[in-house]
């Protein structure tokens, strides 16, 4: 029985990334979406393998190194959202640099030891704040999104945390919390730059600014 009700749990919320999913969707940002959507469904697979204790299609450690891949490129694929560049070429490109990047440090990092995989993160939170340091102004967001955004990200780290200990959370109830309140999050944090930025809807030609 307990069993069952945490693979309810994990399966459940887990589907909840399918409402920051239709965010992106609405913004009609391709690759987000493919990433996103793979990043759900390889969620939900390592979650309920996890609560199963039984391999589907997959094992769990498979689920889980596929989703350390896309949960990471997503993260890099927001870092790249906060650069509001208005030129959709240089967006394509970095798109593309992120995903190749993660994937190289995850195979050097052997999936489990993060490595270098946290040095291809932080050069890219790094490039995202020199633009704007070198800009000399704020940056265009949405600060009330942020400000919401945030806090529900440290409400989910909160919940997440105390979810990894078994005796404080036998049925994964604060597991399912923190997968809402991070898909919660995610809902206002996209929305912090607008999806319709680019000078020119066909730009595909790779300009010689990111601004």
Same mark, same amino acid.
């Given at each position: 029985m307990l069993l069952l009700i945490r693979l309810i749990i994990y399966t459940a919320s887990s589907c909840a990334f399918f409402f920051p999913l239709r965010v992106v969707l609405a913004g009609r940002r391709h690759f987000e979406v493919f990433?996103? /959507?793979?990043? =759900?469904v390889t969620g939900v697979m390592y979650n309920t393998c996890r609560a199963a204790q039984e391999p589907f299609i997959l094992e769990e450690k498979q689920w889980h190194a596929m989703n350390n891949i896309v949960g990471t490129t997503y993260g890099l694929l927001f870092l790249i959202? =906060?650069?509001a560049n208005q030129s959709e070429g240089v967006d394509m490109l =970095?798109?593309? #640099? /992120? !995903?190749? $990047? #993660?994937w190289i440090a995850q195979e050097r990092d052997h999936y489990w030891d993060a490595t270098n995989t946290a040095l291809v993160a932080a050069a890219f939170a790094a490039v995202t704040i020199l633009k704007w340091v070198s800009l000399g102004r704020r940056p265009p967001y949405n600060y009330s999104n942020v400000a919401k955004g945030v806090a529900l990200l440290a409400a989910a /780290? &909160?919940? !997440?945390?105390?979810s990894q200990f078994d005796d404080v959370d036998p049925y994964a109830l604060m597991? &399912? $919390? /923190?997968?809402v309140l991070a898909a919660w999050a995610l809902m206002y944090l996209w929305k912090i730059v607008p999806m319709d930025r680019y000078r020119n809807k066909r730009d595909h030609v790779l300009p010689g600014t990111y601004y």
């Open positions: 990433i996103a /959507a793979a990043q =759900l959202h =906060l650069m =970095l798109r593309y #640099v /992120a !995903f190749s $990047c #993660v /780290a &909160g919940t !997440f945390f105390m597991h &399912g $919390c /923190a997968n």
